[in-house]
């Protein structure tokens, strides 16, 4: 019998549009630390309340034969 694990991908938002899809928690952590960094020290039309992220968790199905 397998565990079935959740796994988790992250999707980053710059306002309403998505600038990063489906990354692994250490993309993430890496693409959000740089994007927060960039936002507040370079001078763009873009502030730190214009960045939020969503963790999507998925269950994967395996298809295993019952046993009867």
């Given at each position: 019998?397998?565990?079935?694990?959740?796994?988790?991908?992250?999707?980053?938002?710059?306002k309403d549009?998505?600038?990063?899809?489906?990354?692994?928690?250490?993309?993430?952590?890496?693409?959000?630390?740089?994007?927060k960094a960039?936002?507040?020290?370079?001078?763009?039309?873009?502030?730190?309340e214009d960045?939020?992220?969503?963790?999507?968790?998925?269950?994967?199905?395996?298809?295993?034969?019952?046993?009867?």
């Amino acid at each position: 019998m397998k565990k079935i694990c959740p796994e988790n991908f992250y999707h980053i938002y710059l306002k309403d549009k998505c600038v990063y899809a489906c990354l692994t928690p250490e993309k993430f952590e890496d693409k959000w630390r740089d994007l927060k960094a960039m936002v507040g020290l370079m001078k763009t039309e873009y502030v730190d309340e214009d960045l939020s992220y969503e963790m999507v968790e998925i269950t994967p199905n395996y298809c295993e034969e019952p046993s009867y």
